[in-house]
């Protein structure tokens, strides 16, 4: 990103890279891992800003005057901002996960968190799918997919309303011994047992059953008032686990 005769750039080391006159001229540590995505935008009280995006799944913002940049704050994120922009005030961050955030710029010091406004699957691909009728005409709808996500939306307002996980990834790496015939999807990053193949729900006992690649089965529990809150965890009340995993 350019900004009069200076250029910034994001190293793959987490810094920020100042460059002028075809050089190198300063350095800024900004995160643990590669610096995603960085944009030069002007406010009208703070003058150049510098918004820089982290593999630490953090958002950072510098000001920019007198050949230096000086942290203003920083917020974290739900996953690595992958793109950001700044207009009129308001800030969108583009997440790995699929998601789209915003947030204001004036009146925040890092205090006022992303606030999610459309999000989707992301890695690998869309196994799941039903359509849940409330009553009254109100629909839901829920989806699952190989990226460990279980969401469930609202058709009508085309939100997501809730966010779940297929399962808790394991924290040791399990050595492949060969012969299994579930088989993760070659499209995606996560572990067969993070990646869902099924989602179905149970009007009568109001549970919904989540399959995984591995052959198991999660009946959770849903109160879709606390879906329709946006609460977290809405999703991961799991009250019962069914059958063995795939050998």
């Not at 799944?57 to 005057?65: G, L, P, R, S, W």
């Not at 699957?121 to 996500?149: F, K, P, Q």
């Not at 469930?152 to 809730?162: Q, W």
């Amino acid at each position: 990103e350019a900004t009069k005769d200076v250029i910034f750039s994001g190293s793959s080391s987490g810094e920020v890279v100042m460059c002028q006159g075809g050089a190198i001229t300063k350095t800024y540590p900004n995160c643990k891992g590669s610096v995603h995505s960085i944009v030069m935008r002007v406010d009208k009280k703070d003058g150049e800003l510098a918004l820089v995006g982290g593999n630490d799944k953090t958002f950072t913002i510098y000001q920019h005057a007198g050949g230096e940049l000086t942290k203003l704050w920083a917020v974290a994120c739900d996953a690595p901002p992958r793109a950001v922009d700044m207009f009129n005030e308001n800030i969108l961050i583009g997440l790995k996960n699929g998601s789209i955030c915003e947030m204001p710029y004036t009146g925040n010091n890092g205090t006022i968190k992303p606030n999610v406004v459309m999000t989707s699957h992301c890695d690998g691909e869309v196994w799941g799918l039903d359509v849940v009728s409330l009553g009254g005409g109100e629909l839901r709808m829920l989806t699952s997919a190989d990226d460990n996500r279980v969401l469930a939306y609202n058709p009508k307002t085309k939100m997501v309303l809730a966010e779940g996980v297929v399962n808790q990834p394991a924290t040791k790496k399990v050595k492949d011994k060969g012969g299994f015939k579930g088989g993760a999807s070659s499209m995606s990053s996560q572990p067969a047992n993070c990646q869902s193949r099924c989602v179905v729900y149970n009007d009568t006992l109001k549970h919904m059953a989540v399959a995984d690649n591995k052959g198991i089965v999660t009946i959770r529990e849903l109160d879709w008032a606390a879906v329709d809150a946006r609460q977290p965890g809405s999703l991961d009340v799991v009250k019962k686990t069914l059958f063995k995993e795939i050998k």
